[in-house]
C-alpha cells in the first residue's frame, strides 16, 4: 500500500487540472464558511480525484503515458487498498458538512470505479463514457461542491442559478474530454476500450474540440452577461486566449505530423487551460464576493 509507485499511481497533483470546478462554485456560493471550503477543497483534490486516479490505474494497467505520469509504473495490490482507504477519507470529510454532500461523494466515487472496473468498464464505450465523464467531473461535482460549501441539501438540483453554471462545466469537459485521449489510441484500442478520440480519429478529435469548445465558451459568455456583468464576460474570453493559441499552434504541427499528437502537448494544452481557468476563476471569485472590496477597505 506504501510503495512509492502505488502513491505515484493517485497523481495528486493531477487534480489541479480539476480545479476550475470547485472555484466556479465557490465564486457563485452565496455562504462563505472558511471551514466549509478547506473541507471540500481537501476532500475533493487531496482525496476524491486520488482515489479515483489510482482505481483507474489499477485495473487499466497501463504500461504507456497517462495523464500526469509519462512513465507509469507497475501497479500492485497496495494500490488498490490506497484508493479504496483514500476514498474512505474523503466520505468520512464530507460527513463533517452533512450526510448528503457524503452522499454525493460516495456516488462519484462508485462511478468512477464503474468507469474502469472490468466488470462494467464505462470507458470502453466511446459516447457512454464521454457523456459519463464530462457530467460527472462537471455537473455532478460543481453541485456536489456547491453543496459542501454552503451546507445544503439535494434541494439544489431545483434551482435554476445552480444548475445552469453546473451544465456549463460539463460544456467545457465534454469539448475537451476527447483531447484527453488523443495520445492514447495505441493503448486504449489493445485493452479493447473504443474512446471517442478513436472513433473521431485525430483530426477529427482536434475539429470536435474546436467547435464543443467554441459553444461552450459562447455559453459562459451569455451567462455572464445576463446573470453578472458583462466585464466577466471579456475576462473569460481574454483568460482562454492562451489555450485558444497553443490550441492552433498544436494543431498546425499535428496537419504536418500526426505523431505531435502525444502526452507532452496534450499535458501542456491541460496545464494551460487549466491555469486559465484557475486564474480567471480566482479573480471571478475575489470581485463576485467582494473580498477585494473588503481587502481594500481595511477588513
Keep these: 500500500m506504501f510503495k512509492k509507485?502505488?502513491?505515484?499511481h493517485l497523481r495528486i497533483p493531477f487534480s489541479f487540472f480539476l480545479l476550475p470546478v470547485f472555484l466556479f462554485a465557490l465564486a457563485i456560493s452565496p455562504n462563505i464558511n472558511v471551514s466549509h471550503m478547506i473541507i471540500v477543497f481537501v476532500a475533493l483534490h487531496f482525496f476524491l480525484y486520488p482515489a479515483s486516479n489510482g482505481y483507474n490505474s489499477y485495473f487499466d494497467k497501463d504500461e504507456k503515458s497517462i495523464g500526469g505520469l509519462k512513465h507509469p509504473p507497475k501497479v500492485s495490490k497496495g494500490l488498490y487498498y490506497l484508493a479504496i482507504l483514500f476514498d474512505i477519507i474523503a466520505i468520512s470529510m464530507g460527513f463533517i458538512?452533512?450526510?448528503q454532500f457524503a452522499l454525493a461523494l460516495f456516488i462519484y466515487g462508485m462511478v468512477s470505479k464503474a468507469y474502469s472496473h472490468p466488470s462494467v468498464r464505462i470507458k470502453k464505450y466511446p459516447f457512454g463514457s464521454w457523456f459519463i465523464a464530462g457530467f460527472f467531473q462537471g455537473a455532478f461535482t460543481f453541485i456536489m461542491s456547491y453543496m459542501g460549501l454552503n451546507d445544503f441539501s439535494f434541494r439544489v438540483l431545483t434551482l435554476p442559478h445552480v444548475i445552469i453554471p453546473a451544465l456549463l462545466?460539463?460544456?467545457i469537459l465534454w469539448g475537451s474530454y476527447?483531447?484527453?485521449?488523443?495520445y492514447q489510441h495505441e493503448e486504449d484500442a489493445k485493452r479493447g476500450d473504443h474512446t471517442l478520440s478513436i472513433k473521431l480519429g485525430i483530426k477529427g478529435t482536434f475539429y470536435f474540440t474546436a467547435i464543443a469548445f467554441s459553444l461552450a465558451s459562447a455559453a459562459f459568455v451569455l451567462y455572464f452577461i445576463y446573470y453578472f456583468q458583462m466585464k466577466y464576460a471579456i475576462a473569460f474570453l481574454i483568460s482562454m486566449a492562451p489555450t485558444v493559441i497553443f490550441f492552433g499552434v498544436w494543431f498546425l504541427k499535428v496537419n504536418k505530423n500526426p505523431e505531435k499528437a502525444d502526452f507532452s502537448h496534450t499535458m501542456w494544452l491541460n496545464l494551460i487551460s487549466a491555469t486559465c481557468l484557475n486564474a480567471f476563476f480566482i479573480y471571478f471569485f475575489l470581485k463576485n464576493s467582494l473580498v477585494l472590496q473588503a481587502l481594500e477597505a481595511g477588513f
Design 5 to 8: 509507485s502505488s502513491w505515484l
Design 97 to 99: 458538512i452533512n450526510w
Design 169 to 171: 462545466t460539463s460544456l
Design 178 to 182: 476527447p483531447m484527453t485521449q488523443i
